[in-house]
């Protein structure tokens, strides 16, 4: 086992793109006409929009993909201006495929601010005759008029479970793994829908052994998502605060954690701590109030320890 | 290719990288080093009446670098635990048991059969954190590995009387040697040769009160050292500011108490004048010691949510260059966190310098490398750089550490520098698990391997850790 299973069995044509076949059928007749629009993806992580543009690449110029493809990543990026130049650059290196143009995939598009993307917008112009840009988004909303305008909109799916299953089933038969009914069920469930996911527990789960059963699974799946933000939310509920702060800086500081990150997986996980129904929706708003203010405010973790304050509301400390 | 950087092979951590080899070179603690050699030498000719000793003393001040010094000048092997590993009944059966009375295996898995009369030390660190509830056991079963080993055994501890407390039957057994806090002008000293092996220059009073604030440990003086030289020149008396240095702590603290104990929101802003702080500094004293004198959660919330106000304030000042929103930002941080509570706080409650700054200077080199290695991994598998240390930086490390062959490819395909991967390995860039790593490469490297070789020796990685 010494590749990432994410790229081991990340397709290479578009028919192998799993649950997303209305989508990949007109991609397929772009291919077939050798012509393309700008696109935009939009839709959930780990549903195979960097997979189908990558497999949409190798169709339309086989073994010349590398160089006709480009890959930003827009939340990775220093601004938009740094994008600006790598694009310019990269459209302006001559190597132009037999298509005709080159594409431009870029990656969490809707991490830009509309002022960033309206100089974004500017820069597809400019390079349209010989670049195409596929866009990349979680929701298109977040995406400004006039890109979307100029851009034929694809959404893809939450993967199906139904698929998930054949997607794991696939890769079992290929790695000749057992895998128990409980084990399957278990990773679909915990895939949510996300094959990067699924993908990644899998090969933790086979890491230990070819035989995988529910507690396997659950073994790794505490290896592939720690429990951590979890156990931080218990620990505001009853610990004095300085130990709730200790905790807090663990994840900030040792496990690397932004503070967006935290805030995000406190929301998410609050619904796995039991608590009062009534008190849960009242830490959700904290939670977006926290969120809210660390965009402006210029200490993170001064945000998250007031939002954790909050946690210990009925609890006698 | 991998990068064969050299200042990649060196430790990063300071305290690590200046661990003295030799016991000559471990400062201070002349009688308790001069006991500990005596005890070893008759480990030379046969087995002394007490086969472990127990190093008691405060953290810090050269415990277990004497340790490690001793087993490097008598040419022994070492095997260490330490508080972190699992220190069930079990574990330490498995290894202190068998090490001890079959055979003994280097460091990098060899066995070496005891008769062959190599000694390997064993060092179990952190002794007095053995005795938790998990540790059930622990105690009988090192009592009865004293009773039974052919290795000499050292325990490390900060607390010998809590040890002692739990188990005469175990404490009987030990040689105690104490080893004190060293004295000011030796780390002064010792901070002086280390500025100077690292070509920085310094005024003489900065290294002096970083010696001074240690209270004899150096280790965290060095780390402070460390802190400060971060991206200076010169180390000077000014830069120990983001130390929260004592004399710092004596201006600040009784402010401090007149914003969290009193009651009067016009005294808590003028003695925000008085201090001679930028707000974004002052906020962290007050952000570290809102928990230390509000432990009721409804001040706790209030104060807490007037400091994310001046917070949100302070992110204006930054993102607009308008610095009139500073006054605002002071109002929240001192009137507001004072306004938290409805009665005045009595007493007297410990304080502390802001911890933060200080933490996030000495984790800096560990979060960069963190980062280059999610953009690399982001950048192979097609996905951003916060996703991957989000989702995916834990799995990949487990399975880095797991499997010898993912290691390899990995190392290869992403380029891999040995400081990235010695922090999946959780290890040193210059431990064997590291090197080997790259030693199928070219020749050109075999000078720098050798001189690795010896260091090597200093860095005993304790098995268990794999």
């Avoid at chain 1, 290196?93 to 974004?120: H, N, P, V, W, Y």
């Avoid at chain 1, 977040?142 to 939450?158: E, L």
């Avoid at chain 1, 990067?196 to 230990?208: D, P, Y």
């Avoid at chain 2, 930002?329 to 938290?340: E, H, I, N, P, R």
């Amino acid at each position: 086992m010494e590749k990432i299973w994410t790229e081991k069995y990340r397709p290479h044509v578009l028919d192998d793109v799993y649950g997303q076949e209305r989508v990949i059928d007109r991609l397929k007749a772009y291919v077939g006409k050798g012509t393309l629009p700008h696109l935009l993806f939009a839709g959930p992580a780990g549903t195979g929009k960097t997979t189908s543009a990558i497999a949409l690449s190798k169709e339309m110029y086989g073994d010349q993909w590398k160089a006709a493809f480009f890959e930003l990543n827009a939340s990775d990026e220093r601004g938009i201006d740094v994008i600006r130049n790598k694009i310019k650059e990269y459209a302006r290196t001559t190597t132009i495929s037999q298509r005709g143009f080159k594409i431009i995939f870029m990656d969490e598009a809707d991490s830009l601010t509309s002022e960033a993307q309206a100089a974004l917008r500017r820069t597809m112009e400019k390079y349209s005759n010989n670049c195409r840009f596929i866009l990349s988004c979680n929701y298109s909303s977040k995406i400004i008029d006039p890109i979307q305008s100029r851009c034929a909109v694809f959404r893809f799916r939450h993967i199906t479970d139904e698929n998930v299953q054949r997607w794991i089933d696939h890769i079992a038969a290929e790695e000749d793994l057992n895998i128990s009914e409980e084990a399957r069920e278990m990773l679909v469930r915990l895939s949510e829908g996300d094959l990067r996911r699924a993908t990644n527990l899998l090969q933790i789960s086979a890491s230990t052994t070819d035989d995988i059963t529910g507690e396997v699974v659950r073994e790794s799946a505490n290896i592939a998502r720690p429990q951590d933000i979890e156990d931080l939310i218990v620990s505001a509920m009853k610990d004095e605060f300085v130990v709730v702060r200790k905790k807090l800086d663990k994840l900030l500081i040792e496990n690397g954690l932004s503070g967006g990150d935290i805030i995000k997986q406190i929301h998410k996980s609050i619904y796995n701590v039991p608590m009062d129904n009534w008190m849960r929706m009242k830490l959700v708003e904290k939670i977006g109030e926290a969120e809210f203010r660390m965009v402006q405010g210029s200490n993170e973790r001064i945000q998250l320890e007031a939002l954790l304050a909050h946690f210990a509301l009925d609890v006698d400390r | 290719m991998p990068s064969f950087d050299n200042d990649e092979n060196e430790p990063t951590d300071w305290t690590e990288k200046y661990r003295p080899t030799n016991l000559d070179e471990v400062v201070g603690n002349g009688d308790a080093k001069k006991k500990l050699v005596r005890w070893a030498n008759k480990w030379g000719k046969g087995k002394p009446k007490k086969k472990a000793v127990i190093l008691a003393g405060k953290a810090g001040i050269g415990k277990t670098s004497a340790a490690l010094a001793l087993a490097n000048d008598m040419g022994w092997e070492v095997i260490e635990m330490n508080a972190s590993d699992q220190r069930n009944r079990e574990a330490i059966q498995e290894v202190v048991g068998r090490s001890s009375t079959e055979d003994t295996f280097s460091p990098d898995g060899e066995f070496i059969p005891y008769r062959e009369g190599k000694r390997t030390l064993i060092i179990l660190d952190e002794a007095d954190n053995i005795f938790g509830k998990e540790d059930f056991g622990g105690v009988q079963e090192i009592s009865q590995v004293i009773s039974q080993t052919e290795q000499p055994i050292v325990l490390i501890a900060n607390d010998y009387y809590s040890l002692r407390r739990r188990s005469r039957n175990l404490s009987d057994k030990l040689q105690k040697i104490d080893f004190k806090p060293l004295n000011k002008p030796d780390i002064a000293v010792l901070l002086r040769d280390i500025c100077k092996e690292e070509r920085i220059g310094y005024d003489v009073d900065a290294l002096k009160a970083i010696a001074d604030r240690s209270d004899g440990d150096v280790r965290s003086a060095i780390r402070d050292l460390q802190s400060v030289a971060i991206g200076s020149e010169h180390i000077k008396m000014e830069h120990l500011d983001v130390l929260g240095y004592r004399n710092r702590e004596a201006e600040i603290f009784p402010s401090l108490r007149t914003i969290l104990q009193g009651i009067d929101p016009h005294s808590s802003r003028e003695v925000m004048f008085e201090i001679n702080e930028e707000p974004r500094n002052l906020i962290t004293w007050i952000d570290e010691n809102i928990p230390r004198e509000y432990t009721g959660s409804e001040e706790l919330i209030k104060g807490f949510d007037s400091l994310s106000k001046a917070d949100v304030f302070l992110g204006r000042v930054y993102s607009t260059q308008y610095y009139r929103f500073w006054s605002y930002a002071t109002d929240f941080m001192s009137a507001g966190v004072t306004l938290a509570k409805k009665h005045p706080h009595h007493g007297f409650r410990k304080y502390a310098f802001p911890t933060w700054i200080r933490k996030m200077t000495a984790s800096k080199s560990k979060r960069s490398i963190r980062y280059s290695l999610s953009k690399k991994i982001a950048k192979y598998t097609h996905a951003t750089t916060d996703r991957i240390t989000m989702e995916v930086l834990p799995y990949f490390q487990h399975l880095f550490v797991t499997d010898i062959d993912f290691r390899r490819n990995m190392v290869d395909e992403l380029e891999l520098n040995r400081g990235e991967a010695a922090f999946l390995l959780s290890t040193d860039p210059s431990s064997k698990d590291v090197i080997s790593l790259y030693q199928e490469e070219p020749m050109v490297e075999t000078k720098v391997e050798d001189k690795k070789e010896k260091k090597e020796k200093k860095d005993q990685k304790s098995l268990l850790e794999f």
